[in-house]
């Protein structure tokens, strides 16, 4: 199935109703759009967990070197990766408590949609957090 956007109120609800934000791919590097964001999304109220295998600690929080690493809650997992990472990334999605999934813009893989959406996640992809968090939250 090609992947298709949530309606705009549930992207809403879950921007909401969500606390903490595993950002899959997050740079240590203030220059790369992942730390950009995310540092965004921290400012804003969110929790961030960076998953990144090769760094300790981002944005003052523990990096884990993947999903499946982390011990702790986490509402949203956004990721950093290209196309071609997220069957991966999804398959370790659906080992944890989360049931987001979210991949930034230019981001989309249908493979994974399908998977995601078989294990009840609610997907979107190719849609900056950062953006859609300003439009329709205004923070």
């Not at 109220?45 to 981002?58: M, S």
């Not at 011990?71 to 071609?84: A, C, G, L, T």
């Not at 069957?87 to 999934?101: C, G, L, S, Y």
Request: proline share 5%.
């Amino acid at each position: 199935m090609t992947y298709q956007h949530p309606a705009k109120q549930v992207i809403k609800d879950v921007l909401e109703s969500s606390k903490t934000i595993a950002v899959v791919g997050l740079s240590d590097n203030p220059d790369r759009t992942s730390y950009q964001i995310a540092k965004i999304m921290q400012q804003v109220g969110y929790r961030i967990i960076p998953i990144n295998p090769t760094v300790d600690e981002v944005l003052g929080e523990k990096a884990y070197p993947s999903l499946v690493d982390v011990k702790e809650p986490f509402d949203i997992i956004n990721v950093f990766r290209r196309s071609e990472h997220l069957p991966n990334i999804a398959e370790q999605a659906v080992k944890t408590d989360a049931r987001v999934f979210w991949a930034q813009q230019g981001i989309v893989n249908d493979e994974a949609n399908d998977f995601l959406i078989d294990h009840d996640f609610t997907v979107i992809m190719d849609t900056c957090i950062k953006v859609a968090h300003s439009v329709m939250i205004g923070k």
